[in-house]
């Protein structure tokens, strides 16, 4: 189903791949990308449990728009293990405007498809997404 204000599906598999993510832990981090031919989001890439949030922020073009899903494990002061479900709206400010518009217009409703996401980040450079913020927006 197409987004009315930017016209972009989202294919089947961004759902399925965040389902097993959520449920199964199967992944650790999902990178999005729109497709902008198809007209549609697609998962562009799949980080393994074992792969680190360096790997993660390395998997984000410096120069291209992505929307991520991140899986953080954190501990609490009450010792408490914990995780959060991140959804992560890059948008570097070396990228094309028209792209910065086509993910900013889709977004949200593209997030309506992911169900259970629990913090939401929206990041121009790596300083905005780096794990203090995360962490701190965790709790």
């Known amino acids: ?5 930017s016209g972009m599906a989202v294919h ?3 759902k399925l791949k965040f389902l ?3 449920a199964k832990r199967t992944y650790r981090f999902i990178v999005y990308k729109i497709e902008e031919k198809q007209k ?5 890439k799949l980080g393994e449990p074992a792969e680190s949030y360096e790997d993660f922020s390395a998997s984000l073009p410096s120069d291209e728009c992505r929307y991520a899903v991140y899986d953080f494990d ?7 293990q914990k ?8 948008s570097p400010d070396t990228a094309k405007v028209r792209s910065k518009m ?7 409703r593209f997030k309506r498809e992911l169900d259970g996401i629990q913090v939401e980040l929206q990041a121009t ?3 905005e997404m780096g794990l203090d913020v995360i962490k701190s927006r965790s709790n």
């Open 1 to 5: 189903m197409a987004n009315a204000a």
């Open 12 to 14: 089947d598999d961004c």
């Open 20 to 22: 097993e993510l959520k």
């Open 40 to 44: 549609q989001v697609m998962v562009e």
């Open 74 to 80: 954190f501990v609490t002061e009450e010792n408490c």
């Open 83 to 90: 995780s959060r479900i991140i959804f992560i709206a890059w």
């Open 102 to 108: 086509i993910y900013a217009s889709s977004k949200d």
């Open 125 to 127: 450079d790596p300083s």
